[in-house]
């Protein structure tokens, strides 16, 4: 049986800013008044600084460790005074003193020597280029396969865990979070472009259409607030995990996944990006930078969420549902069922079922074969029994509420 294998230190060590999110469209920035919850651990906290001088605090300075190595940066210098916007804002002082450090001692740009960078302080190496280009330039000439950051609320929690197992993880670190470009949720005529930086917060607050319901539905459900200021969707699909949020939502709104690399841009299907547990199609030198959503119009949709609680849990199961209606009947619908099987699925013989009949017989028509597919295990969360009970009953849910909310579709 496939294995559903947990995230990584979910839950540890991911305690990002609570009010810093990137405001409608995924556009807005960190205000240069706000004070920075930094200001209350400054003693501990260094400063980040990128290639173009751009300098700002980070939020998750207040799950660091004291007494990491590395000497203190001038007071007042970036603590919420730079110009830096987007999820990142920096990591944490094991990766942002780097960009500091060593900038301000005239060392020379790129990577460090040896084989994580300059290890004599104990750090590791870390990169935060402002332009795609020099991101992929960074990434080609690094001495060993960086760790692409971007909220780093996967990221962090995996190193964490694996350093509490003496498995450390000192790859270099290319930290996106200055790539203005990445930052936007765009409309672009026949789909929306959202960018690699758009956070879980931006997407709840964007002014979307209707068949994004699932989407943002799932956005708001995320962790809990904190890390949906700090946590991006492309880092979600990214992280590639069984139980992974952003995935059913879009896999029932047949999103494309945009990568660019050496080699050029190219799209791959969400389907075909995530090739298995924790395992996706990105190259070593590629990263990934939107996910494209086609315009759905008149399409409903849903998102139903398992867990032990309502906040900060990893989903038992999720259902995502996306429908479009015309004269009362179901001309097109789309389903997909995430953490009961290695990859969140979508279920082609329900989706086939469901066609031409009316809105109203539609919950009624999910039955258990139509679940044959799923692979869901047992583990601290549930049965796999539990599971494909629960699917079916979410399944249900959600193939009857949105469908009685027609006017939101109409208003599109
Ligand atoms: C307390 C807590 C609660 C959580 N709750 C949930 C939850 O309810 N549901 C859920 O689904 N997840 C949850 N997560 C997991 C996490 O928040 C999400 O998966 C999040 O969306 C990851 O985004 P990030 O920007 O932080 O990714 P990061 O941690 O920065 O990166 C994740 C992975 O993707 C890679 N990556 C990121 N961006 C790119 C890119 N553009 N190109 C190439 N590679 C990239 C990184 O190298 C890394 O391997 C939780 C995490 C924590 C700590």
Not at 9 to 36: E, S, Y
Not at 373 to 398: C, F, K, N
């Amino acid at each position: 049986m496939p294995a559903i294998a947990d995230r990584p230190g979910g839950g540890a060590n991911a305690r990002g800013r609570g009010t810093a999110g990137m405001g409608t469209a995924g556009m807005g920035t960190v205000g240069r008044g706000r004070r920075d919850p930094c200001d209350t651990v400054a003693a501990d906290c260094a400063v980040a600084e990128g290639p173009a001088g751009a300098t700002g605090c980070i939020g998750m300075c207040q799950g660091m460790r004291p007494g990491s190595p590395g000497r203190q940066p001038p007071r007042g210098a970036g603590h919420g005074a730079g110009p830096v916007g987007g999820p990142g804002r920096g990591a944490n002082r094991m990766a942002h003193s780097h960009g500091a450090w060593f900038a301000a001692r005239g060392r020379p740009r790129g990577w460090f020597r040896g084989r994580t960078g300059d290890t004599s302080q104990g750090m590791t190496a870390y990169h935060r280029p402002t332009t795609l280009p020099e991101a992929l330039r960074l990434l080609a000439e690094a001495p060993a396969p960086p760790r692409i950051l971007a909220g780093g609320t996967d990221l962090y929690p995996a190193r964490a865990a694996g350093e509490a197992w003496m498995r450390p993880d000192d790859r270099p670190l290319l930290d996106l979070s200055a790539l203005p470009d990445l930052a936007a949720i765009e409309d672009r005529g026949d789909h929306h472009r959202i960018g690699a930086l758009v956070t879980w917060a931006a997407l709840r607050d964007a002014p979307l259409p209707p068949w994004f319901a699932a989407l943002r539905q799932a956005a708001a459900q995320v962790g809990g607030a904190q890390v949906q200021n700090r946590a991006t969707l492309l880092g979600n699909l990214c992280n590639a995990s069984p139980a992974a949020d952003g995935v059913p939502p879009l896999l029932a709104l047949d999103a494309v996944v945009e990568m660019a690399g050496p080699r050029g841009p190219r799209r791959l299907p969400l389907a075909q990006f995530i090739l298995g547990n924790r395992r996706t199609a990105l190259a070593a030198d590629e990263i990934a930078t939107a996910i494209l959503v086609p315009k759905a119009p008149g399409a409903v949709a849903r998102f139903e969420k398992l867990g032990a609680r309502a906040y900060l849990v990893i989903s038992i199961v999720m259902v995502a549902a996306v429908i479009e209606a015309e004269a009362g009947r179901i001309a097109r619908a789309r389903i997909a069922i995430g953490a009961c099987s290695p990859v969140a699925q979508r279920l082609p013989a329900l989706e086939a079922a469901l066609a031409g009949l009316p809105l109203a017989a539609a919950a009624g028509a999910a039955r258990p074969e139509h679940l044959a597919a799923l692979s869901p295990i047992d583990d601290v969360r549930a049965t796999a029994a539990y599971r494909r009970q629960a699917a079916l009953v979410l399944l249900r849910r959600a193939l009857s509420t949105p469908l009685a909310a027609p006017a939101e579709a109409r208003a599109a």
